[in-house]
């Protein structure tokens, strides 16, 4: 138990002097992606390697939290030079050991290689990747082993809190949160000092803060990683806000397909208890404050404050009307704050380092910076930190490194299911609150979906509609019923059962779906539907007047044939075909039976280019198979 | 004289020798009561005859529909021949009217559509008793049916609906007197009936 | 008492405390369309045919508190438009085949599309294939007509103490179900002196063997628009 602030820092001390000052650390992300790769199994060797070798003593070998280059997981990070190591399997293990932690050797092929291949960089800053990001909440990530919160002390945790404990009355932090300017990161955008007021002087003795990790846009994984990767500045922000607000319990919702963030929230909710960071007397101030973590069952509308409010109280989560908002009627009718994620691991930076601090990263009115999840057709995958008002561009191109495959960017879909699709020639806009709104898309909580020139537009449209269907709550009309109707609208179309009136239909059920739903699901609803038709009408209108799919996409658009001239009869495509639609034998040419082909694509993919032997065609009809009698392939290199 | 006939009178007379407005009419899968509802107007048809001409319809026996200023389509769409003759009607026909419960819902014989076609066959032509000779016919004459019985407006473009089972004459009138004086026909809330 | 107004399409409406402004609204003989509002149930905000635009944003006025000085937009063309975007869509998703409906003339549903002169259904039809409960001695059970307003549930759970009935599943699977073990109506306590047996909008709750009591053309809504009968007092059946 630490009583004080001086028993604080006597502590962190106490963590500080038992480091050695020459040992080496290795880091390993233990993030949720990374230990799918192998992380764990790295760690182990890691340990048993360095034992064998008889440098335990010198080295210390941490699974840490997420640094967000998940395309190039496991990584591996060794202090205190920095070297970074990518894409590290248990094979390595041997050579980091005996090579760089022993001989302060560097391992070539591990190190980032850059688009010149000869190029190699050692340290983790310089990684193209992270060198254009602002890393002030994912970049300690990898220096802290989530499960241990002495970590987190080490870099000066719990600091912030102390400070608002002993030295801040309530109302001035608050203001110090009013004057940082920070908006909701969960995707409202909602300026966050003006919702702690609102609950701090709603009347009431009993009040509650709420963490909101219920994130379940599909691919995004921002909250994720901080909650896996840093747990604790989550719970700092979480009781400084408490203590700003006046209350005295408080909630983690965490979605239970989240385990690892689960466990780790537990942990440092038990450790924080222990150390006397949680419970009563926080640090001897007399400020009183206890968490507990909530399973959510995973129902996208949850992340919805007053549905999420509802789910905790134990009822079907559903969204009400708003007014009285939760700040005033939240949780079992008592003022209650919540907010998301990233937005509480931003709280202890405001404080230790101050409002104007915060206020130099970004632009206008969107201060600050943003955990995006870079997904989709995109070289680098993985989490980025940008201030706000990055280009889209750099974010794609810079950090992202582009698209792979040598193909062309098409769009980029930002703010989960109900962002909007920007194209090309938007890419130059300041990734901010209101310059995203101004082309059709949103923030939201920091989906980031790149999409190439092999994507349909209307399919994604359709894919997106289809997932915020079948997660509406069906409470309200405009939302139940419009998506359904957008969602049968969609479908025709990509099936080539479009018809004339399909666009102006689907804007028109977009209007009301998107004015009239009771909750933000509803509401932003429509962007996807809005933008691909703002920025690719061209396309919708090639699925329902032609019946063709552009990007040879949509499977009920898309046929297969075997050009009987370019075909070699290698077999490569009849044995990838899993429906056995195409038939031949060597020196036979392939042929494709409609009839059977499943248009998986297979044998379009595994056709080597120099042959190309496999056409598509989309539109129009696929010639007839060449007669039987003319399929024997005559040798023309022999006959030379 | 009907003030409206009146007026419709008048505004042909502006316009002397105006050709007149070619009307073509059908029933798809409707009972024929809207084109009942349709003559009740009575001695309006006199009227109404001045200003325009019958093309395809019960009236004139033409079997095919050509090209018509306004097609009036009662009934729903049951079977592939329906949809034959409802894609000809608005190739052919500038503005095309939907009328009655049917056409713009389905009605009475989209009250099928919860059962599988083939079980409904199944009843009325082989298990039903007094069948001289059981069987679900086949002639190639026939149409086909469809699976469900949809609405005009989710086959083609419907320009305007008179809603109604069948709408009244009063209807009917008024809607046909806006159209042809050039008004684009107004839904009076107090009119406007399903049943 | 009240003392404060609120300005509805360029009226002026008195409200009291902690009124909303669908109730204040009724309260001062003004019609704003709705479905799943009753003046005696705790508002649900889920129809949102009642919607207006308030200072700007689309609100359910059956949910918003009346607040003084706000100014509330009601019978606009958009608005309007927006409404019957909803009814249109809830005629759709069901099976609201008015000539063979014995609520027809005293459906709200359909006096309310008449109100907003809808003349078609605009969407794709859903042609909804559900079961209906006849198991009830007194009534009977068309969930193919539901447009799950939820006015039973309320009416039954907090007036009839009784909680027959439920709304289950999510978004388009969302359906109304009855509390009894075998699911049925029969097997519950409802009765015909329930509120519940009297709050269904549409003909989804129908009393039996009342069939044609009153001759289609001299209904409640054929005799006197819904803007008319609904506008606030005692509701009318």
């Known amino acids: 138990m630490i009583n004080s602030l001086t028993e604080l820092e006597q502590f962190r001390q106490g963590i500080l002097s038992k480091k050695d000052p020459d040992g080496i650390r290795v880091s390993v992300c233990a993030g949720a992606g990374c230990l799918a790769s192998g992380a764990g199994k790295i760690i182990a060797a890691l340990n048993e390697e360095i034992e064998k070798q008889g440098m335990q003593d010198r080295v210390l070998v941490k699974g840490t939290g997420c640094p967000g280059f998940c395309e190039r997981g496991p990584i591996v990070v060794i202090d205190p030079d920095e070297i970074c190591y990518l894409q590290v399997k248990p094979k390595d293990v041997a050579a980091i050991v005996s090579k760089t932690l022993k001989e302060k050797k560097l391992i070539d092929r591990l190190l980032y290689a850059g688009p010149g291949k000869d190029e190699k960089t050692v340290r983790e800053a310089d990684i193209p990747f992270y060198k254009n990001q602002e890393r002030n909440i994912i970049g300690n990530n990898i220096k802290i082993d989530p499960k241990c919160i002495d970590d987190y002390l080490a870099l000066d945790g719990y600091s912030a809190l102390a400070k608002v404990l002993f030295q801040m009355a309530p109302e001035q932090v608050v203001d110090e949160v009013k004057k940082s300017n920070l908006r909701g990161r969960g995707g409202g955008g909602f300026p966050t000092g003006i919702k702690w007021d609102a609950a701090r002087n709603a009347p009431g003795d009993t009040k509650y803060v709420i963490v909101n990790a219920d994130e379940g846009d599909p691919g995004a994984f921002m909250d994720r990683a901080v909650l896996e990767g840093n747990p604790h500045s989550i719970l700092e922000g979480l009781i400084i806000g408490a203590y700003a607000i006046g209350a005295h319990e408080g909630y983690v919702y965490v979605r239970q397909e989240y385990p690892l963030a689960l466990e780790n929230v537990g942990i440092a909710i038990r450790q924080a208890e222990e150390y006397g960071l949680l419970g009563s007397n926080i640090l001897g101030s007399g400020f009183d404050f206890k968490v507990k973590v909530h399973r959510g069952a995973g129902a996208f509308v949850c992340g919805e404050e007053t549905a999420l409010l509802l789910s905790l109280e134990g009822k079907p989560g559903e969204p009400r009307a708003r007014p009285p908002f939760p700040a005033t009627r939240g949780l079992w009718g008592k003022p209650t704050n919540i907010n998301n994620v990233e937005t509480w691991a931003n709280i202890p930076l405001i404080v230790n380092n101050g409002a104007d601090w915060f206020n130099q990263f970004g632009t206008g009115k969107s201060k600050g910076t943003k955990i995006f999840s870079l997904v989709g057709k995109i070289k680098n995958t993985g989490l980025v930190e940008v201030p706000m008002g990055v280009t889209l561009r750099d974010i794609v191109y810079k950090i992202g490194d582009g698209i792979p495959g040598g193909k062309k960017f098409k769009a980029v879909q930002t703010g989960g299911p109900a962002g909007g699709c920007i194209p090309e020639e938007h890419l130059d806009i300041a990734v901010d609150y209101d310059e995203l709104a101004k082309v059709g898309a949103i923030m939201g909580s920091g989906g980031m979906i790149v999409m190439d020139e092999d994507t349909c537009m209307v399919d994604v449209a359709r894919y997106f509609i289809n997932f915020l269907a079948q997660e509406s709550c069906g409470k309200c009309s405009p939302c139940r019923e419009g998506l359904k109707q957008m969602q049968r609208i969609l479908t025709n179309i990509t099936e080539g059962n479009g018809k004339e009136g399909d666009i102006e239909l689907l804007e028109e059920l977009a209007m009301s779906t998107g004015s009239a739903s009771l909750c933000a699901l509803g509401r932003t609803a429509p962007n996807p539907v809005l933008s691909t038709i703002r920025y690719f009408r061209h396309e919708y209108e090639a699925h329902i007047r032609e019946k063709r799919c552009p990007s040879y996409s949509c499977e009920k658009l898309v046929s297969y044939y075997i050009d009987p001239q370019a075909c070699t009869a290698c077999l490569l495509c009849l044995k990838n075909c899993a429906t056995d639609a195409i038939s031949g034998s060597r020196g036979q040419i392939h042929v494709i039976d409609q009839a059977k082909c499943t248009r998986c694509r297979s044998c379009y993919d595994v056709c080597p280019p120099h042959y190309g032997a496999v056409l598509r065609f989309s539109g129009e009809s696929v010639p007839e198979p060449i007669p039987v009698e003319r399929r024997t392939l005559v040798e023309k290199s022999k006959a030379i | 004289m009907n003030p409206i006939a009146a007026d419709l009178k008048s505004a042909d007379m502006d316009t002397p020798r105006k050709p007149k407005v070619r009307i073509a009419t059908t029933s798809l899968a409707g009972c024929f009561g809207c084109h009942m509802s349709f003559l009740d107007i009575d001695e309006r048809l006199v009227a109404l005859l001045e200003l325009v001409e019958f093309d395809r319809s019960p009236l004139t026996d033409i079997k095919v529909c050509g090209p018509c200023e306004i097609g009036i389509i009662e009934g729903g769409v049951c079977n592939a021949e329906n949809v034959h003759v409802l894609r000809t009607f608005r190739e052919q026909c500038t503005t095309l009217v939907a009328i009655g419960a049917c056409a713009i819902n389905g009605g009475l014989p989209a009250q099928r559509n919860h059962l599988p076609l083939a079980t409904l066959l199944q009843e009325v032509y082989t298990t039903r008793p007094g069948l001289a000779h059981g069987g679900i016919p086949n002639d190639p004459e026939l149409p086909l049916p469809l699976h469900k019985v949809h609405p005009l407006h989710e086959v083609v473009k419907v320009d305007y609906f008179i809603p109604g089972c069948p709408p009244s004459a009063e209807v009917i009138w008024t809607f046909l007197s806006d159209l042809l004086a050039g008004r684009a026909p107004a839904s009076d809330r107090r009119t406007i009936h399903f049943d | ?237």
């Not at chain 3, 599309?113 to 001695?137: C, G, I, K, N, W």
């Not at chain 3, 193919?144 to 388009?172: E, P, Y």
């Open chain 3, 1 to 237: 008492m009240s003392d404060s107004c609120f300005s509805l399409d360029g009226a002026s409406i008195a409200f009291a405390a902690g009124q909303t402004i669908l109730q204040a609204a009724m309260d001062a003989g003004h019609y704003i369309p709705h479905l799943c509002f009753h003046p005696e149930l705790k508002p649900h905000g889920s129809c949102k045919v009642c919607s207006v635009r308030v200072d700007g944003n689309m609100m359910a006025s059956c949910t918003t508190p009346a607040r003084q000085g706000m100014k509330v937009e009601s019978a606009t063309t958009e608005v309007d438009d927006q409404r019957r975007a909803v009814v249109q869509m809830l005629f759709v998703e069901g099976n609201h085949f008015c000539p063979s409906c014995e609520q027809s003339g005293r459906c709200k549903l359909q006096a309310t599309a008449y109100e907003l002169q809808m003349t078609s259904p605009h969407f794709d039809h859903f042609f909804p294939d559900r079961a209906v409960d006849a198991s009830h001695p007194d009534f009977l059970l068309d969930f193919n007509r539901c447009i799950l307003c939820s006015l039973c549930v309320r009416a039954s759970r907090d007036v009839d103490q009784k909680a027959v009935f439920g709304l289950a599943g999510r978004g388009i699977g969302t359906r109304l179900i009855v509390n009894s073990e075998s699911g049925r109506l029969g097997d519950s306590d409802f009765a015909a002196t329930d509120k519940a047996a009297q709050v269904c909008p549409v003909g989804a709750i129908l009393r039996k063997r009342q069939g044609f009591n009153v001759p289609i053309g001299q209904r409640t809504y054929d005799v006197a628009p819904i803007r008319e009968s609904d506008r606030g007092g005692p509701e009318k059946r």
